[in-house]
Structure formats: structure tokens, C-alpha cells
């Protein structure tokens, strides 16, 4: 089964920085757009931001300002530049890639963890 392969979480302490990064494999042909979701305990999966293959993106209120969606295209690679981080922001960030004519794939999600 085909994964995407996140990096760049980790812990952090309110008001840092942390840089996630998703690669999609060279077998997902054609992606059209990407996002990361999370999820902290007892809460449903929300999505944090998304951006297009025209570059086109859309983000959470909650991190609107704060957290920057960017795209490799030619790399099939999407980044979340997060800044101000908050404690609720704490949760496991997943990465999704849609391609243009097969099913979203996942990644296997990775922890952020920002302490007061």
C-alpha cells in the first residue's frame, strides 16, 4: 500500500516553530492537491490547510497567520510551516495528497507536541 512519508514533528515549547514535511512517492502520478489534518485525543481529524495544484490555498481559522502551506510540485512534496504554535495545536498531524483520478492517500501521521 502506497503511504506518504511525513517528518519534522516533534516537541516544542509554546511560541516555537516546527516545520512538517510530506513526501508523496513517485508511483502517485498526477497529484492534483494536498493538505495536512490533524487530530488531538477525543477530537474528530480537522483539516489544517490545503493547497492546490494551482497553488490555491486554504487554511484552518485556528492557524490562519500562523502556519504557511507550501508545495514542491516537481518533488510531489508539501510543507506546513508552523509558527506562534499554541498548545492547542498539540496532535498528530496527517499529510493527504489527491491524485486527479485515484483514491486520497495518507500518511501514517506524526506527533506535534507544544508544552506551556
Known amino acids: 500500500q502506497v503511504r506518504l512519508v511525513e517528518s519534522g514533528g516533534g516537541l516544542v515549547q509554546a511560541g516555537g516553530s516546527l516545520r512538517l514535511s510530506c513526501a508523496a512517492p513517485?508511483?502517485?502520478?498526477?497529484?492534483?492537491?494536498m493538505g495536512w489534518y490533524r487530530q488531538a485525543p477525543g477530537k474528530q481529524r480537522e483539516l489544517v490547510a490545503h493547497?492546490?495544484?494551482?497553488?490555491?490555498?486554504n487554511y484552518a481559522d485556528s492557524v490562519k497567520g500562523r502556519f504557511t502551506i507550501s508545495r514542491d510540485n516537481a518533488e510531489n512534496t508539501v510543507y506546513l510551516q508552523m509558527n506562534s504554535l499554541k498548545p492547542e495545536d498539540t496532535a498528530v498531524y496527517y499529510c493527504?495528497?489527491?491524485?486527479?483520478?485515484?483514491?486520497?492517500?495518507w500518511g501514517q501521521g506524526i506527533q506535534v507536541t507544544v508544552s506551556s
Open positions: 493527504k495528497a489527491e491524485p486527479y483520478t485515484d483514491p486520497p492517500y
Open positions: 513517485g508511483s502517485i502520478f498526477s497529484i492534483n492537491a
Open positions: 493547497i492546490t495544484s494551482g497553488i490555491r490555498t
